[in-house]
């Protein structure tokens, strides 16, 4: 165990997004009960908890990554400001897919049963792998009580190893992680109310670096109260790679930096005309119609 507290990382900085989206009014049911749940309360929690993690993991891909938490979910992927990264906004726009995909869902599902929905943040930032990813049970263990030192003790067999302590390399200081939760927690008091999905300023900091490395033209058209985003494809200006319709900005209150959040709208994927299709988080109960 010494040798892999020790044994520091490259403390190599990596860039990532970060969405943290949490179920509305999950406490009440804990709350109102005292924290004496009945079978049928349990049942209840078991239903709406399993709902949310199966929407989440259908809009997931292997380049992603999932921490769940109860009823607060983050998703995390790492992109690379790099000019030899063939394809950063695709990606992007693929990531973002996910999210409203997942947010939209949970939103539609949960409101055929009455229920809240959920509100999610999504942020941009760095993380720092600082520390070992775990400690299992077997780290624990003196080589001197073990025949051969590379392989399991016996107690570790007995019990399965299992993992002492958990710290994903992907929410290592993660400032991206840090920011959507923090945001997310703020709600209403904050600025950020009701089942709804926002991006901070972060988000569209970065989005920019992206379209001038690699060339995309940015296209940006306003109204009294909605700001639209289009990012267009370099070697055709008609097709969108990835475009926002987002609220005028919100400045967070009581929140410990200096942020703008703008509230998604719609959301423009890559491979629909912008023209006849975009997915509406206004008027969740008209998608898919």
Partial sequence: ME???????????RLYFCMWSDLLGFG?????????LSETDKFQIYLR??????IVLQQTSPSERVFILNDGIAKVTEIKLSPTDLTPLLNVSLFFRGIILTHINIIQSENKTNLPGCRTVVSFGEGIEYITREIKYDDFLFNYCRKNPHELGKSSK????????????????????????ILESGGSKAGLSGANLFIDSSVLNVMDKLCEMHKYEKVISESADTICILYKHPDDVNRVCLGFELSKPIKPTGIPWQTEVFKILRFYPHDEDINEFWFDLVNIGANFK
Avoid at 3 to 13: N, S, V
Avoid at 28 to 36: A, D, E, L, S, V
Avoid at 49 to 54: F, K, P, R
Avoid at 158 to 181: C, D, H, R, W
């Fill in 3 to 13: 040798e892999k507290i020790m044994d520091r990382p490259q403390l190599k900085t």
């Fill in 28 to 36: 009440n049911q804990f709350f109102q009960n005292n924290w004496q």
């Fill in 49 to 54: 908890l399993n709902n949310a993690h199966s």
């Fill in 158 to 181: 007995i019990n399965g190893n299992p993992t002492i302590l958990y710290n994903p390399v992907e929410l290592q200081m993660n400032t991206a992680f840090s920011k959507s939760y």
